[in-house]
């Protein structure tokens, strides 16, 4: 059984910063793409930052300059570099990847997501 666990949001005021991890677990063989996404009330899940499995990255227009997102293959982890943060960027903070578990054929790629964290930032 494959889970992803985010940790690292919380209240943070106006333009300061909270990093985000998210690790993977369970009988994995690979991991391809691995993203964020956020939802804030009465939105739609929005993609803000994905990284490949080879390390290039991209960001939403919304994000970029502001977050960096990294990953740790050797402990299946991805982080999310959060700074100056704006009101705006108040949501759930979702973990998303690309996962082949061990056993499947290299083609067997599912998509998983963790249980999400919340972000909050006060003006």
């Known amino acids: 059984q494959v889970q992803l666990v985010e940790s690292g949001g919380g209240l943070v005021y106006s333009g300061g910063s909270l990093r985000l991890s998210c690790a993977a677990s369970g009988s994995i063989f690979r991991i391809e793409a691995m993203r964020w996404y956020r939802q804030a009330p009465g939105q739609q899940r929005e993609l803000v930052a994905a990284?490949?499995?080879?390390?290039?990255?991209d960001y939403s227009d919304s994000v970029k300059d502001r977050f960096t997102i990294s990953r740790d293959n050797a402990k299946n982890a991805v982080y999310l570099q959060m700074n100056s943060l704006k009101p705006q960027d108040t949501a759930i903070y979702y973990c998303?990847?690309?996962?082949?578990?061990?056993?499947?054929?290299?083609?067997?790629?599912?998509?998983?997501w963790g249980r999400g964290t919340q972000v909050t930032v006060s003006s």
């Open positions: 990284v490949t499995s080879g390390g290039s990255t």
């Open positions: 998303n990847a690309l996962i082949i578990p061990d056993g499947s054929k290299w083609w067997q790629e599912y998509d998983y």
